[in-house]
């Protein structure tokens, strides 16, 4: 199963935000659309940065409270592994796995198109291997 598979069915919706919002903002952002991470975007269509509710959560138990009020770029990261529609569930869940990432945003010609999220990724493979055991039943059955 490809991306773009996955992509079809969940949509293309990418909450992005602004390297010059605050961690305030962005957290609003991912309590409004109960996500885990936003895509960093001066103009909604290119990849900056990636910001996820850990980033968060290490950067107040650095530095304290006054993270809330500075830019989102001081705590985002900012070489994001993406991915395209091309690529395979199976690819980007072992990539995934192997490093440790739990969101990556899908880029096609350096434009954002999408996300996955090792939930989308988890949900797909669950989804095959159990058409996969239906057919084989089916076929033990028949």
């Known amino acids: 199963m490809r991306i773009a598979d996955v992509l079809a069915r969940k949509g293309d919706t990418v909450v992005t935000i602004a390297p010059d919002r605050t961690v305030r903002e962005l957290l609003a952002l991912l309590a409004e659309h109960g996500i ?19 980033d968060v959560v290490r950067r107040l138990h650095a530095a304290g409270d006054s993270v809330l009020d500075g830019a989102v770029s001081a705590i985002m990261t900012t070489e994001v592994h ?14 995934m796995t192997a490093r440790r990432f739990r969101h ?39």
């Not at 909604?44 to 509710?53: K, L, N, Q």
């Not at 993406?82 to 990539?95: Q, R, S």
């Not at 350096?110 to 996969?132: N, T």
């Open 36 to 54: 885990g991470a936003v895509v960093v975007s001066g103009d909604g269509a290119t990849v900056a940065g990636i910001v996820s509710e850990r």
């Open 82 to 95: 993406t991915c395209t529609p091309d690529d395979t569930v199976e690819g980007l869940m072992e990539t």
């Open 104 to 142: 990556v945003p899908v880029v096609v010609d350096g434009a954002l198109v999408g996300i996955m999220s090792i939930g989308d990724v988890v949900k797909r493979r669950l989804e095959y291997l159990q058409a996969e055991r239906d057919q084989l039943t089916a076929y033990i059955s028949s």
